[in-house]
């Protein structure tokens, strides 16, 4: 069974300042990871998607992420935060088989202080 | 070009009840899944759709069935509603065979509320 554990229920960074949201995951097979992005009463956005090419991922308004196997390790980065992206993130895990059903994490509130 | 669209927005359904979701999939793609995100949690898998069948299945009762149209839209269904059936329900269309990964694209949401 698949499983992701997102570390910090809520974080809380300056406007300016790193964006670092962690992310473990568990997986018997190679894993499909993603970061998905929601804001408030409205659907989830992907951001970004590592499928099993290179390491470092580039996604959407200026957030990375890097695979790393040995740590099962999967966090998000952006280096200098911007008001627009307080939401609520969320990380997941695919086995890539059959129905390919994204198992999420639990979310972390990213909160942007002026 | 339209996105995942859901119907309704929000519902409000008493204990008992039976209640219809419906999901219009993106454009091209032939495959629905379903999800339930409970307050403050992250989406679990209810079930997938692909060729009018369920394909897959995750950790939820009978209570909850589906059925996915010519057309590739989808409905879930929930009966004898329960307090804890009180969520907001996901679809996410996709392509089978798109690519080594079939990525899912999710409509916004029905907010449904059980009194």
């Known amino acids: 069974a698949q499983s992701v554990t997102q570390l910090g229920s809520h974080v809380s960074v300056s406007e300016g300042a790193l964006v670092l949201l962690r992310c473990n995951y568990s997986s018997s097979v190679p894993p499909y990871l993603f970061w998905y992005v929601q804001y408030p009463n409205q659907g989830l956005q992907l951001l970004l998607k590592?499928?099993?090419?290179?390491?470092l991922v580039k996604g959407i308004n200026g957030f990375e992420a890097e695979f790393k196997k040995s740590e099962t390790s999967f966090h998000l980065t952006k280096p200098s935060a911007h008001m627009s992206d307080a939401a609520e993130y969320f990380c997941a895990v695919s086995d890539g088989r059959g129905a390919q059903k994204l198992v999420f994490g639990q979310g972390t509130r990213l909160t942007i202080n002026p | 070009d339209a996105g995942v669209t859901q119907s309704p927005t929000h519902l409000i359904k008493t204990r008992g009840q039976q209640v219809t979701l419906r999901c219009s999939p993106k454009s091209g793609h032939d495959t629905v899944s379903w999800y339930q995100q409970a307050l403050g949690q992250g989406p679990q898998f209810i079930f997938q759709?692909?060729?009018?069948?369920?394909?897959q299945r995750g950790n939820f009762p009978d209570r909850f069935s589906g059925h996915q149209f010519p057309n590739y839209s989808s409905e879930l269904n929930v009966n004898a509603l329960l307090l804890g059936d009180s969520a907001l329900y996901l679809c996410?269309?996709?392509?089978?065979?798109?690519?080594?990964?079939?990525?899912?694209?999710f409509g916004p949401g029905t907010r449904l509320t059980v009194l």
């Open positions: 590592y499928t099993s090419a290179a390491t």
């Open positions: 759709y692909y060729e009018e069948e369920e394909r």
């Open positions: 996410a269309s996709s392509l089978q065979g798109a690519s080594s990964y079939n990525e899912q694209f």
